[in-house]
């Protein structure tokens, strides 16, 4: 398939680009390099370095088969405080994107989407029937494209596939994780390791958890980039499916520091801190629909895993 990849130049955004390209389609990335990198782009892909908004529709009149639309603004924290450069940035910008697919008759779309959507959550593990409440405005732009999307493929047609994802980790050989302002735990843990972080400090001891850590669902990201493989092919036209993607099982912030010290051989010195706003306490997915629909299988469920390819990524950009 001829594909347009928006954000492609950032972490899980380079993983589904080189994925693809593996997998034999033509790929075009679109990335303002805003926060992605332009030697993360895979090699065998046509960059384009522009704002989504401004040119999809110049972009998508030479004629495609589908959008994987990863660009976004994504920190939660700055939502918060600037919620214009997320409103304009996610719901306008993608609003835009969905005109353009559907004036030049681009037939399927695969959209980043979020476990941000459901908020605090009311049971675990989190289906795609949960109540979807965000707490912050990260999470409430992307609920609103989801919508725009049902709207969209609902009246004209259009084949799309929403991915929620859960707490994505891990990468997939030279492409990984690698933002400016790092606000995840795994990149932090392992820039203790490597020296560039005193500590790491954990956010809250005393959550109703087993250790009063948070606990999240880590996925690998080629696991994630393989779902939106399998997306691409079962869209149907007309449907919006909506997936968890997560792999069902949690860990809390201790556990994913122990795994850095074993997998780093680094003591990482922690400290407890004061909570983060908008955290919930227990984040899990259930992607039962994905396994069952999409027949898509994660085969990276073991946190050390994870966490040792994050590591030789990381070790590899301090070479
Ligand atoms: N966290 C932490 N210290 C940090 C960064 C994150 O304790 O320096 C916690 C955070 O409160 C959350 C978990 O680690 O409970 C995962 O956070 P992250 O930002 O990686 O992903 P999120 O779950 O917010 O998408």
Redesign the pocket.
């Known amino acids: 398939m001829k594909l347009l990849v928006t954000g492609g130049a950032g972490y899980i955004g380079s993983v589904c680009a080189a994925r693809l390209v593996e997998s034999g389609h033509e790929v075009t990335v679109l990335d303002d390099l805003s926060t992605g990198h332009a030697d993360a782009v895979p090699d065998g892909c046509r960059f384009v370095q522009a704002d989504v908004g401004d040119v999809a529709g110049s972009l998508l009149a030479e004629g495609f088969d589908g959008v994987l639309h990863f660009a976004a603004k994504s920190l939660?924290g700055e939502s918060m405080q600037d919620p214009s450069k997320y409103w304009h940035g996610n719901v306008i910008t993608s609003v835009r994107l969905l005109d353009a697919m559907r004036e030049h008759g681009v037939p399927r779309l695969v959209f980043s989407s979020t476990a941000a959507t459901y908020g605090e959550p009311e049971s675990s593990p989190i289906p795609e029937t949960a109540l979807t409440r965000p707490t912050n405005t990260y999470g409430a732009t992307k609920l609103a494209i989801d919508l725009a999307i049902s709207g969209y493929a609902a009246a004209h047609g259009l084949a799309a596939v929403s991915l929620r994802y859960f707490?994505v980790a891990g990468a997939h050989g030279r492409f990984g994780e690698r933002h400016t302002v790092e606000?995840?735990?795994?990149p932090?843990v392992l820039q203790v390791a490597l020296g560039r972080r005193q500590q790491?400090?954990?956010?809250?001891d005393d959550w109703p958890t087993e250790d009063g850590?948070?606990v999240?669902d880590y996925i690998h990201v080629t696991d994630l980039a393989d779902a939106h493989l399998l997306a691409l092919e079962h869209a149907t036209a007309g449907e919006h499916q909506v997936y968890n993607l997560g792999n069902g099982t949690g860990f809390s912030?201790r556990q994913v520091i122990d795994a850095c010290r074993e997998v780093t051989g680094h003591p990482i010195p922690a400290e407890v801190a004061g909570r983060?706003a908008g955290?919930p306490a227990t984040?899990v997915a259930s992607s039962e629909r994905a396994r069952v629909e999409l027949g898509w299988k994660p085969s990276t469920l073991d946190l050390a895993t994870i966490v040792r390819d994050a590591w030789e990524f990381t070790r590899s950009r301090q070479a």
């Open positions: 939660v707490n606000t995840h735990l795994i932090i790491v400090q954990m956010y809250g850590t948070c999240r912030v983060r955290d984040l």
